[in-house]
């Protein structure tokens, strides 16, 4: 509010004319012009006697006779640690609101440039003042030059953006101004990775801010999520807050839609009110501030050239599988496949099971395959996924697949997720869950169920068991390939290859002897090959072969034997 000076009349106020060779300060410029303007209806009289006065204003900082005006008015309620309304201004200088109203262009259009700050209270009225840098610079009598933002690091980026979003959260800056400051921002930082990144994705400018607000959060604070009102006010109109926040909760913002954002996890079930950066966008976006995710990134990307190639033997049923897995993931087949299944409207998501003992081939035939058909191989750790926090594991499977899809979009062949032993998360769902473990449980294998539906790549997933597997994953692996123990002929085969100077009645007894896996035999040669390295290969012959073969047995006190593998 404009305080009004009742220790005199208006008609006691005599200016002395103005003489050419004395300058006037901005602030005596201003302090003539408010003595001139109360009650003065903005008249011919006052702007006859004020001129002078207002020329000083437009001289040194370029404003319009009205802005000048304006400024004058504005800057006598903040002098007093106040703000002013439209209607103050008209009751100060005794004109009707129409008449000022006309003049709100003008004002707004100092907010923009940054002379003015615009607030809007709780009863939706809007109120001005002077910032800051304008006040020093009139205060110094000094020409105001507006703040630049190049040179930013990384984190003074964010810091400058920190101060935006508060002017913002406390009213003193609208949507539309928060929006060109945020793109002066960005344009004075172009070579900025962060701006690189952000300007490189599809979105409006409203979402980048919405973003780059996580971001901000993430980097600056370490918070991991924020609830729905810490976003939402970044909108000044009530309706479209209203809009975004019921968008939010549909999941059908661009932001959710582009895997950017996604609901947070809380106490085993995903938090309608909450949001977090992806995998994804933390890989984009916040890669050059290192900052160690809560999902520790589960899956180790294994590059197919450093896969050593092996012979692995087979039955032929097997072998069949196999070999249309090998044709199926040829690079031509599989782009040819791809295509036709996406003209027919159809999914292009492939996924496989391997089943079977321990020890019969499964990851080994994984590692094969993406060795043959020259994939990377990102491979989840299912027990870094359980966490012993609940509600963090689902965000881990979330996190994997998050990853795997911004490795599929960033590699020239579709990479292979595989999920070994895969047992503990793909059992049947516990029915009538109460405990928040048996919850998280099912919601991790909901959310597994969900991202197979829609999984665009390769996915893999071995077991040992298959008895306790949930009908609705069954339904959704494409190919099911059983692995079962070798038999004689093909343990002989396994024997050779892997001790090719074994004698061939060597390797046809212990074959015939010993009911071993691949594993179990693999086994027998890497201690033999340790025992070589410590003591010479002398050191290896059939008795001492037959010696492992016996100690790779777990005997039991009924004396029944069971094989074992590592």
């Not at 998360?425 to 473990?437: C, F, N, S």
């Not at 692995?483 to 061939?504: N, Y």
């Not at 201690?527 to 290896?540: A, H, M, N, P, T």
Request: glycine share 6%; with cysteine; proline share 2%.
């Amino acid at each position: 509010m404009i305080h009004r000076r009742t220790y005199r009349e208006k008609k006691e106020v005599q200016l002395t004319p103005l003489q050419d060779d004395v300058k006037l300060t901005m602030l005596e410029a201003v302090n003539k012009i408010i003595e001139l303007v109360e009650n003065s209806k903005l008249s011919k009289q006052f702007y006859d006697q004020a001129t002078p006065y207002i020329k000083v204003l437009m001289d040194s900082q370029g404003f319009s006779q009205i802005q000048s005006v304006m400024v004058a008015l504005i800057a006598e309620a903040t002098s007093m640690d106040d703000e002013t309304s439209l209607s103050d201004i008209a009751d100060f200088v005794d004109c009707n609101g129409i008449q000022i109203m006309q003049y709100k262009g003008e004002i707004e259009e100092l907010v923009k440039k940054g002379y003015l700050v615009r607030t809007v209270n709780y009863n939706n009225t809007i109120e001005y003042s002077l910032s800051d840098e304008f006040m020093k610079a009139l205060a110094n009598d000094q020409k105001y030059v507006r703040k630049s933002y190049t040179g930013c690091t990384g984190v003074s980026f964010f810091q400058n953006f920190f101060h935006l979003t508060h002017e913002r959260h406390e009213n003193r800056m609208s949507t539309d101004l928060l929006m060109t400051e945020f793109q002066r921002l960005c344009d004075d930082n172009p070579e900025l990775p962060f701006v690189v990144k952000l300007q490189g994705l599809e979105l409006d400018m409203m979402n980048k801010i919405l973003l780059t607000h996580m971001c901000r959060h993430l980097v600056l604070h370490a918070e991991d999520s924020l609830p729905v009102e810490c976003l939402s006010f970044l909108y000044d109109k009530r309706d479209e807050r209203t809009g975004f926040e019921n968008s939010l909760r549909r999941g059908c913002t661009d932001l959710q839609l582009q895997e950017l954002i996604e609901n947070s996890f809380s106490d085993g079930y995903c938090s309608k009110y909450e949001y977090s950066l992806t995998e994804k966008s933390r890989e984009i976006l916040l890669k050059e501030f290192d900052i160690k995710s809560k999902q520790n990134h589960q899956g180790e990307v294994i590059c197919c050239k450093d896969i050593v190639e092996k012979s692995l033997f087979f039955g032929h049923e097997v072998q069949q599988q196999m070999d249309g897995l090998y044709g199926l993931l040829d690079e031509e087949n599989y782009q040819s496949i791809c295509s036709r299944l996406k003209e027919k409207g159809l999914r292009q998501g492939f996924t496989c099971l391997f089943y079977g003992e321990p020890g019969t081939g499964k990851t080994e035939s994984v590692l094969q395959l993406a060795q043959r058909t020259g994939r990377d191989l990102m491979q989840v750790n299912i027990s870094e996924i359980k966490s012993m926090w609940v509600g963090e594991s689902e965000k881990n499977i979330k996190g994997v697949f998050s990853r795997y899809r911004a490795l599929v979009q960033h590699s020239t062949r579709t990479p292979i997720l595989l999920f070994n032993e895969a047992d503990a998360i793909i059992g049947k769902r516990k029915e009538g869950a109460e405990r928040a473990v048996d919850k998280m449980e099912n919601s991790i294998q909901n959310i597994i169920l969900q991202e197979m539906e829609s999984l665009e790549g390769i996915m893999i997933a071995t077991t040992n068991l298959v008895q306790n597997m949930d009908s609705a994953f069954e339904r959704r692996f494409l190919y099911k390939v059983r692995f079962a123990k070798p038999r004689l002929d093909q343990r002989i085969q396994i024997w050779q290859s892997m001790m090719p100077d074994l004698s061939a009645d060597a390797v046809s007894r212990l074959a015939s002897v010993y009911d071993f896996s691949g594993g179990q035999i693999e086994n027998i040669v890497r201690k033999c090959d340790v025992e070589s390295i410590l003591y010479g290969q002398e050191f290896i012959n059939e008795e001492k072969i037959e010696q492992y073969c016996k100690e790779e047995r777990i005997t039991v006190k009924s004396n029944q034997r069971i094989g074992f593998s590592i």
